[in-house]
């Protein structure tokens, strides 16, 4: 497994570029991979994407399994992203409770939802 360069960019300071990646297509993912970012996030929640999906779509980003399953579940786990949304109101309400939360790597806004729930559409 690779190192998460994103986590360790963050770890040090600084930031971090990632892209969204709302279609079940291997070959964009492949695409994106190639471009330097440093994440890409897979979104279900805009878009249709099912479990296949996101497994072909991770073996064409580069990620995966290539060492023994032990090595590779602890390597997993140092290596996870926790990033967290906020998207209304109750969750600017709690914004210091999250950011307080051990673990947390990132922390951004979903605008849209953001702005619906502060009552301003658009």
Same mark, same amino acid.
């Given at each position: 497994?690779?190192?998460?360069?994103?986590?360790?960019?963050?770890?040090?300071?600084?930031?971090?570029?990632?892209?969204?990646?709302?279609?079940? &297509?291997?070959?964009?993912?492949?695409?994106? /991979?190639?471009? !330097?970012? %440093?994440? *890409?996030?897979?979104?279900?929640?805009?878009?249709?994407?099912?479990?296949?999906?996101?497994?072909?779509?991770?073996?064409?980003?580069?990620?995966?399994?290539?060492?023994?399953?032990?090595?590779?579940?602890?390597?997993?786990?140092?290596? &996870?992203?926790?990033?967290?949304?906020?998207? /209304?109101?109750? !969750?600017? %309400?709690? *914004?210091?409770?999250?950011?307080?939360?051990?673990?947390?790597?990132?922390?951004?806004?979903?605008?849209?939802?953001?702005?619906?729930?502060?009552?301003?559409?658009?």
């Amino acid at each position: 497994m690779r190192e998460n360069h994103a986590k360790q960019k963050l770890k040090v300071g600084k930031p971090v570029l990632g892209c969204f990646v709302r279609h079940a &297509n291997a070959d964009i993912t492949e695409f994106l /991979s190639l471009q !330097g970012f %440093d994440l *890409l996030v897979y979104d279900g929640e805009h878009g249709v994407l099912e479990t296949k999906d996101c497994q072909q779509m991770v073996r064409a980003a580069d990620y995966g399994q290539r060492e023994p399953i032990d090595q590779y579940t602890q390597t997993a786990n140092d290596n &996870n992203l926790v990033c967290v949304q906020i998207e /209304s109101t109750a !969750g600017i %309400d709690a *914004l210091q409770e999250i950011v307080s939360i051990e673990g947390i790597d990132v922390v951004f806004i979903g605008p849209s939802d953001l702005s619906s729930s502060l009552g301003v559409l658009g």
